[in-house]
């Protein structure tokens, strides 16, 4: 069992640039969210989505989308990458009526 | 007032010993209590929820104090395995299955 995917592992961007990160799940879970971690911090919530189709704003969502066109699949996409937006990115889901998460392995992401 | 609040640690415990993590929550309508497990670099694993009547798994068990709004996590008889930072998670008011992380407990258990 696969269970929840990210690519790729680790990347660098410069200021500026743009790129997608991918999550998928096998586990037909409708929810399925995105979170940042940074060192020594908590996870804080980017964006979210119960189903596909839709999706809606976490807590610090800015400079960041998202889009929802399958059950399994909900790519993270950054526009105009930042230095600020060097962090662990962890994308999670959960089936219906549980609020238990499970993760992929993450996206090391430095921006300089 | 953060919303989950851990003392980040670290713990440093001998192994064979026995340590206790307390998580405190500011929202008292929450109702869905878990600990997870991070290791270094890692990402977080679901380790336990937390009942109302408090559980057991193992070495491992979670208490919910619903009055003074916090839940902890004892371990027993620490293994060297056990060295990892442990998340307590509530889960949110505003729906959605959404939940809220606290920054985490940090361990290392030392032979």
């Known amino acids: 069992n696969a269970g929840v995917t990210q690519t790729p592992k680790f990347r660098i961007l410069k200021i500026g640039q743009s790129m997608t990160l991918q999550c998928t799940q096998d586990m037909n879970h409708n929810y399925m969210y995105w979170y940042r971690q940074d060192p020594g911090m908590g996870l804080k919530l980017i964006y979210y989505?119960?189903?596909?189709?839709?999706?809606d704003k976490g807590e610090v969502p800015n400079g960041y989308n998202v889009s929802r066109s399958t059950t399994e699949d909900f790519p993270l996409r950054l526009e105009l990458a930042a230095p600020s937006q060097t962090s662990v990115y962890f994308c999670?889901?959960?089936?219906?009526?549980?609020?238990?998460?499970?993760f992929g392995p993450g996206t090391r992401l430095t921006v300089t | 007032r953060k919303e989950v609040e851990q003392d980040p640690g670290p713990f440093n415990v001998p192994e064979g010993a026995t340590v206790a993590f307390n998580c405190t929550y500011s929202?008292?309508?929450?109702?869905?209590f878990f600990w997870y497990r991070q290791d270094c670099r890692k990402e977080p694993k679901l380790l336990m929820s937390?009942?109302?009547s408090g559980n057991e798994d193992g070495r491992f068990t979670a208490q919910l104090n619903r009055a003074s709004q916090y839940i902890s996590l004892l371990i027993r008889d620490s293994k060297l395995s056990d060295s990892a930072t442990y998340l307590c998670?509530?889960?949110?008011?505003?729906?959605?299955?959404?939940?809220?992380f606290g920054t985490g407990t940090k361990l290392q258990v030392i032979p």
């Open positions: 937390v009942y109302s």
């Open positions: 999670a889901s959960s089936g219906d009526g549980s609020y238990e998460q499970y």
């Open positions: 929202n008292s309508a929450s109702q869905s």
């Open positions: 998670v509530v889960n949110d008011s505003g729906g959605y299955q959404k939940v809220t």
């Open positions: 989505s119960v189903g596909a189709g839709i999706t």
